[in-house]
């Protein structure tokens, strides 16, 4: 699935800059599971600093006042997005994300063209 990015301005959403972040059908499915699961309506990813390699992955369901006009919106279906957030959005320009099951459990793996190394877990990049 290619995205398609919307930025909202003085309170309409508006197209905005593609990112080329590709979303596979099976992580947008588990995406919106998990937004049903908890009655959300986004879910917020970013980059933030931390883990053993200088930035980590972290997912959380945003507040509004979490949210600003910068932020990249990326339509899951036509109620719910996938939030990258503006100090982010270049951290994580072309990244893949898919929802992977193995016999030891299943995630979201994220394909980061941008990370020089990752941890060993894979939770962290650096940038």
Known sequence: MRCVFIAV???KRQLTMNHNITITEK???YLLTQLSKTN??????QAK???CAGYRYD???PEKNDLNENDTYINLDEKHFLIIDAFSAFKLFGMSIDFVETLSGSSLELINPNAV???GCGESFSA
């Open 40 to 45: 959300q309506t986004n879910v917020l990813l």
């Open 27 to 29: 992580a947008k499915e």
């Open 49 to 51: 600093g931390g883990g």
């Open 9 to 11: 301005v003085d309170g």
């Open 59 to 61: 997912w959380s369901y």
């Open 117 to 119: 190394s990752t941890c």
